[in-house]
């Protein structure tokens, strides 16, 4: 073994041993060498070296971070899919899970709902104020499709720093980024169409499918590098595919991010085919280590990406202000949302405007993703101390939830009933596919107030199994 492996690993056993904790910065290559008898050079090599297994995260003129604690447990297995498209059906089981999240009598890692805690609630409550004092007028009428200038001038400003080539005109904004999928299904699909979609993939997807009446065709993703595109050539050249849906970044509920490289192979093997990509970019601006990552929406040149965000896991879930941006199809995008609701509702338009107009956001998200690692790698010790052995977890670049395995032949649909007679709910593998492939899994939300009670209700279900 080197010297540099030496110090590597001298390093990631202080880490594991919480000396130097997610989020924090390690001492400087310098000190380092002079703490551990080495040259800069061999501190550096190590340093490098701990930033390839995932453990350090390198920031520009600031030094070294650690990014999360090492793995002690397995990545879940990709698994196989059903080689043809399927029917959804089944999906209005969701409804009882996301009504968990308003039960105060349960501890909540099932609806992929940050807490409070993690958003800028006393700034946005500044920026309703401005806006109600400031435009009262305007707050209580209608702000019809395309939206608020001010807002979509916003989002422009920011796709275009993400080298995304979109105007004030070419955004709309919707209800929130479901909608403004639905809506990209809309324009792109009729009923009995099939739609490519990773697998395991995001429920509420799946609920839109069912809701219009499409196939789900599932391409089988890792937990680490996305969706395969090697599965997906082979079914874009058997089936007739006239969308597929991915969330490029920070995939739910795997929290797998593909690479810029598979970004650009992924664009050119739907160009070849002429399917469009509706791209759900939720989570872009939520990684747990690294550069924020650009979404394919970048590289597209002739409008094959329906691009879709929106301010939920960011800003506030309550605000219900997403965006769309449609391609060619603008003003046909514009007419659906209008006969869906009518109108997002201004006073949430404008305060999101002036809260992106004081030049804070950038700022709250370096803390944010901050709190999410530590969430994250807070959520990944206790379930590796409390589940049995042979547990899979999945280790999310970006995001704030976690996929997770169980050994043997435990049915979570079964485990989910029996855990909410304890008071904790959860997302059971099943949803998350039109097949049963998933039965052993479930998704766990990290980003929760950590406290006794939510210690005690993991425990219980740790307990169940």
């Given at each position: 073994m080197t010297l540099y492996h030496q110090l590597a690993d001298q390093l990631q056993a202080l880490i594991e041993k919480r000396v130097y904790d997610v989020g924090q910065r390690l001492p400087g290559v310098r000190r380092l060498s002079h703490q551990h008898n080495v040259s800069v050079a061999t501190a550096v090599s190590a340093c490098r070296e701990l930033e390839q297994r995932g453990v350090l995260e390198a920031r520009p003129r600031s030094g070294y971070y650690v990014s999360r604690p090492p793995a002690r447990f397995d990545a879940p297995r990709m698994r196989r899919t059903?080689?043809?498209?399927?029917?959804?059906?089944?999906?209005?089981?969701?409804l009882e899970l996301i009504q968990a999240v308003n039960d105060p009598s349960l501890v909540n890692f099932g609806a992929a709902v940050p807490d409070p805690d993690f958003m800028p609630v006393t700034a946005i409550e500044r920026a309703f104020h401005s806006v109600l004092r400031e435009q009262r007028r305007r707050c209580v009428g209608y702000e019809f499709p395309p939206?608020?200038?001010?807002?979509?001038?916003?989002?422009?400003?920011?796709?275009?720093?993400?080298?995304c080539p979109v105007s004030?005109?070419?955004?709309?904004?919707?209800?929130?980024?479901?909608?403004?999928?639905?809506?990209?299904?809309?324009?792109?699909?009729?009923?009995?169409?099939?739609?490519?979609?990773?697998?395991?993939?995001?429920?509420?997807?799946?609920?839109?499918?069912?809701?219009?009446?499409?196939?789900?065709?599932?391409?089988?993703?890792?937990?680490?590098?996305?969706?395969?595109?090697?599965?997906?050539?082979?079914?874009?050249?058997?089936?007739?595919?006239?969308?597929?849906?991915?969330?490029?970044n920070f995939a739910n509920p795997l929290g797998s991010c593909l690479s810029d490289q598979d970004k650009q192979a992924l664009l050119s093997l739907l160009s070849q085919h002429r399917v469009p990509l509706v791209e759900d970019?939720?989570?872009?601006?939520?990684?747990?280590?690294?550069?924020?990552?650009?979404?394919?929406?970048?590289?597209?040149?002739?409008?094959?990406?329906?691009?879709?965000?929106?301010?939920s896991k960011t800003l506030s879930a309550g605000l219900r202000v997403g965006w769309l941006v449609p391609g060619g199809q603008q003003r046909r995008a514009e007419y659906l949302q209008f006969i869906n609701t009518?109108?997002?509702?201004?006073?949430?338009?404008?305060?999101?405007?002036?809260?992106?107009?004081?030049?804070?956001?950038?700022?709250?998200?370096?803390?944010?993703?901050?709190?999410?690692?530590?969430?994250?790698?807070?959520?990944?010790?206790?379930?590796?101390?409390?589940?049995?052995?042979?547990?899979?977890?999945?280790?999310?670049?970006?995001?704030?939830?976690?996929?997770?395995e169980l050994p043997g032949q435990i049915d979570t649909?079964?485990?989910?009933?029996?855990?909410?007679?304890?008071?904790?709910?959860?997302?059971?593998?099943?949803?998350?596919?039109?097949?049963?492939?998933?039965?052993?899994?479930?998704?766990?939300?990290?980003?929760?107030?950590?406290?006794?009670?939510?210690?005690?209700?993991?425990?219980?279900?740790?307990?169940?199994?």
């Open positions: 059903t080689t043809r498209p399927r029917a959804v059906s089944g999906q209005d089981r969701v939206g608020a200038l001010e807002l979509r001038q916003a989002i422009a400003r920011r796709l275009v720093a993400l080298q004030p005109d070419q955004v709309l904004i919707t209800n929130s980024c479901q909608e403004a999928v639905t809506i990209a299904l809309k324009l792109l699909t009729k009923p009995g169409d099939t739609v490519v979609v990773e697998s395991p993939t995001y429920y509420g997807l799946l609920q839109v499918l069912e809701s219009l009446g499409l196939k789900a065709l599932e391409i089988p993703s890792d937990p680490r590098q996305g969706i395969s595109l090697e599965a997906l050539a082979v079914a874009l050249e058997r089936w007739p595919v006239k969308a597929c849906v991915l969330v490029t970019d939720i989570y872009g601006d939520l990684p747990l280590f690294g550069p924020r990552p650009r979404p394919v929406k970048s590289w597209d040149r002739d409008g094959l990406v329906y691009y879709c965000a929106s301010s009518v109108s997002v509702a201004t006073a949430s338009q404008l305060a999101m405007a002036r809260y992106l107009e004081r030049g804070h956001y950038d700022r709250f998200l370096r803390q944010l993703r901050g709190e999410h690692a530590k969430a994250v790698a807070r959520m990944t010790s206790r379930v590796e101390q409390l589940f049995p052995d042979g547990t899979r977890i999945s280790r999310p670049a970006g995001g704030f939830v976690l996929w997770v649909t079964v485990l989910a009933e029996q855990a909410l007679q304890e008071g904790v709910s959860f997302a059971p593998g099943s949803l998350f596919s039109t097949g049963n492939k998933f039965s052993s899994c479930l998704r766990l939300n990290c980003a929760v107030r950590w406290d006794n009670r939510v210690e005690k209700g993991l425990a219980r279900l740790a307990a169940l199994l």
